[in-house]
């Protein structure tokens, strides 16, 4: 199914697996005491290769109707704090990219949102402004960002990085701290791992951001691959395209 998640394993099959690889394998009593730190291993091994890597299963779009004389949107409860993708607005049935900051004095404004900013006008809740606000029908915004992993606490909750870089990670992790002698060569198998999922999770990550970089600034059209579709789309400033239309 396209549309799924991948599925993988959970905070207590990994530190089952954590265990074993640090040699407490058939120390029950032991593992037991060692819990609290184990978890904390897998807990920030999964923050660190979230940050690390742009996990394309992990791209999300949001889509939403900002009403006539509506200002704001709420951002998606799992967007990331201050880290959007891209905004954009629909008009004349295609995407066009919304600019990040509100408009300075003297830039012209018309009833279509061609700004954005990330404000927080509401404790603990996240929202965009938007600049022009519609005024004459609602415009469909598109939000896109990468989500944050998902909770990460309880024995039976799904990582949300792929589990063998996790557990190798934090297997690093682990003999790092009770000093075992082959941390480094689980360090080297680490970094091996990373560079191979890196060049596989092709389409957001390391050269290939290069690459759509190079191809935007010739005027290539952006294509980005989601989770649920392979998007195409015209990252023309907005207001370019809506002061042409309205000449």
């Known amino acids: 199914w396209p549309n799924m998640r991948p599925l993988f394993k959970t905070l207590a099959e990994l530190r089952e697996s954590l265990a074993v690889s640090l040699g407490f394998g058939a120390m029950a009593g032991v593992i037991d005491l060692q819990i609290?730190?184990?978890?904390?291993f897998l807990q920030q091994a999964q923050q660190q290769l979230w940050r690390d890597v742009r996990w394309r299963y992990l791209l999300k779009q949001h889509i939403e109707a900002l009403g006539v004389g509506q200002r704001v949107l709420d951002v998606?409860?799992?967007?990331?704090i201050g880290v959007m993708f891209g905004v954009y607005a629909l008009y004349q049935d295609s995407w066009y990219a919304v600019k990040a900051g509100l408009p300075r004095v003297g830039e012209p404004d018309g009833g279509y949102p061609l700004w954005y900013e990330l404000t927080a006008r509401e404790q603990g809740v996240m929202?965009?402004?938007?600049?022009?606000?519609?005024?004459?029908?609602?415009?469909?915004?598109?939000?896109?960002?990468?989500?944050?992993?998902?909770?990460?606490?309880?024995?039976?909750?799904?990582?949300?990085?792929?589990?063998d870089l996790l557990l190798a990670?934090?297997?690093?992790?682990?003999?790092?701290?009770?000093?075992?002698?082959d941390v480094q060569l689980y360090a080297d198998r680490f970094a091996n791992m990373l560079r191979q999922a890196k060049a596989e999770n092709f389409g957001v990550d390391g050269e290939d951001d290069l690459h759509r970089a190079r191809?935007?600034?010739?005027?290539?059209?952006r294509v980005i691959r989601s989770s649920e579709t392979v998007v195409e789309r015209d990252d023309t400033p907005y207001w370019d395209i809506y002061r042409t239309t309205r000449k």
């Open 36 to 40: 609290p730190i184990l978890n904390q």
């Open 76 to 80: 998606p409860d799992d967007a990331p």
């Open 127 to 163: 929202q965009l402004e938007f600049e022009p606000v519609p005024e004459e029908e609602p415009v469909l915004i598109r939000i896109e960002y990468y989500a944050e992993p998902k909770r990460f606490t309880q024995d039976d909750d799904f990582c949300s990085v792929p589990d």
């Open 169 to 181: 990670l934090a297997v690093v992790m682990g003999k790092g701290h009770y000093r075992q002698q």
């Open 215 to 221: 191809k935007q600034a010739a005027g290539a059209p």
